[in-house]
């Protein structure tokens, strides 16, 4: 059985929680996009833990991988990787594979990212600024450093040089002095570390596949950060939605796979960009401090709003969602009513998809529908009969509205405080 983890709205949906819940009974747990401009939490008991690059199976021991889709720093990679084994988690050349043609981000693309935004003066789109966008382009402009270069100082000597020749101009225009040189040698000397994990990743997960294992995808970022079908250009610079994990892993099998789109039960948004559904107002202050809405990478206050069911449908439609995952139910507990957006007005006609073009981002008027709230605590509740009947119908209505079924209901940071509504754990 295969499992993909998919964020539906914007990103730090909770995809974290679930893909540590769910790696119990997981063989092996990869990363297909993004880099280190992910923050996924996840709490075990009084430990929290948060993870940029590894997989979040990690946690649970198990094994992980990080596919060719994803940009891999390699100084952030050895920070994390050090820091967990500080924390007693077991991480070594047995339990974490990368793929050898996996590319780099090197210094230079953190400041490409900050030039990049400085250029668009005012309307930045707010990245982490941890170089991902850069390092996507020079991958797509066929120039990046791969893991596989590291074994072949000679090469990789001239990749950086040639890399650093294509940037020149931009850097001198910024007056920033970076010397290729030491990139390299910097590089050359953390070779030996990467290298132990490198290996061609495409042929275990597929013999992983053959031999009938269990494989969790884990997805980072949201489907409306997608470069494609994301609220471009406020997007992320990779394809995050479930169809990239074949192209970032070379994973050939298309079968039993169950995709389930991890989705709050309100919607937040760090960074610039459209956001229909967002409060100005006490309500999404509420949200903020309750769900604790900080950006885990950049810290940033998240932007809070209601839930969109326009929006979820169209990541449920775009994924091939087969599954959805509430998250955060337990974040709108006190609240005396609970508004749901049904549909949007643009220039005073009906909509029931998110536009591509900028030109409407601003027109896209949210139509609403209030429910009652439940008053009550949902905190840690781990059997849907439990639930309060508001709690139960405000799920259920939701189910209605996005057409598809919610079989996993989250009520806390912790594995433990986890909902299998229709036991989809025991399909594992
Ligand atoms: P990710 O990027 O999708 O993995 O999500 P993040 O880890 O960035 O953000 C989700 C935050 O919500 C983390 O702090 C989680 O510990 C927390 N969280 C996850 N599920 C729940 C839940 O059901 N209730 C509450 N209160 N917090 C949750
Ligand atoms: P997880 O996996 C939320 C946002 C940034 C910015 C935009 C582009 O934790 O859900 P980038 O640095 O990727 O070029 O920034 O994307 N962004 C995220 N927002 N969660 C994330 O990851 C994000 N990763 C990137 O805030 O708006
Ligand atoms: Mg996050």
């Avoid at 790696?23 to 280190?36: E, F, T």
């Avoid at 043609?101 to 990049?116: R, S, T």
């Amino acid at each position: 059985m295969f499992y993909t983890i998919v964020g539906s709205q914007w990103g730090d949906e909770g995809k974290g929680k679930i893909v540590d819940w769910i790696s119990s009974r997981a063989d092996l747990i990869v990363r297909y996009q993004g880099g280190n401009n992910a923050g996924h939490t996840i709490k075990v008991d009084d430990n929290l833990y948060k993870l940029n690059l590894l997989p979040s199976g990690i946690i649970n021991n198990k094994k992980c991988a990080i596919g060719n889709g994803v940009v891999l720093d390699p100084w952030a990679l050895i920070n994390e990787i050090e820091n967990l084994k500080k924390n007693g988690i077991n991480i070594d050349k047995e339990n974490l594979f990368i793929a050898d043609n996996i590319c780099l981000i090197l210094p230079i693309h953190k400041i490409l990212d900050q030039i990049n935004e400085n250029i668009r003066e005012g309307d930045e789109l707010g990245t982490t600024k941890k170089g991902i966008g850069p390092a996507y382009e020079d991958k797509v402009g066929r120039r990046a450093i791969r893991l596989c270069d590291l074994k072949y100082p000679e090469l990789l000597k001239k990749k950086i040089h040639e890399l650093f020749k294509f940037h020149s101009s931009k850097l001198s225009l910024n007056k920033i002095n970076l010397n290729a040189d030491e990139i390299y040698s910097d590089l050359l000397s953390k070779s030996e570390y990467l290298n132990s994990f490198s290996i061609p990743l495409w042929k275990l997960i597929n013999d992983y596949g053959k031999n009938n294992k269990t494989i969790v995808f884990e997805g980072a970022q949201g489907s409306m950060l997608d470069i494609d079908f994301g609220t471009y250009p406020y997007v992320t610079s990779s394809n995050t939605i479930s169809g990239q994990i074949f192209c970032g892993t070379g994973f050939g099998n298309k079968n039993n796979h169950k995709i389930l789109g991890i989705t709050k039960a309100y919607t937040t948004r760090v960074g610039a960009g459209p956001f229909p559904t967002e409060l100005f107002d006490e309500i999404g202050d509420h949200l903020g401090i309750i769900g604790k809405e900080f950006g885990t990478v950049t810290k940033r206050k998240r932007r809070c709003g209601w839930f969109d069911s326009v929006l979820v449908k169209q990541s449920i439609e775009i994924n091939g969602i087969t599954d959805i995952v509430l998250t955060k139910l337990d974040v709108l507990d006190d609240l005396t009513n609970i508004k749901v957006c049904i549909g949007y007005e643009v220039d005073g006609q009906k909509l029931d998809y998110f536009p591509s073009g900028e030109f409407y981002y601003n027109k896209i008027k949210p139509i609403f529908k209030t429910f009652t709230g439940w008053e009550s605590s949902t905190v840690g509740i781990n059997k849907w009969e439990d639930l309060p009947k508001n709690a139960k119908e405000y799920v259920q209505s939701l189910e209605n509205l996005i057409k598809s079924k919610i079989s996993i209901v989250s009520t806390g940071p912790d594995r433990k405080e986890t909902i299998d509504v229709n036991g989809i754990l025991l399909d594992l």
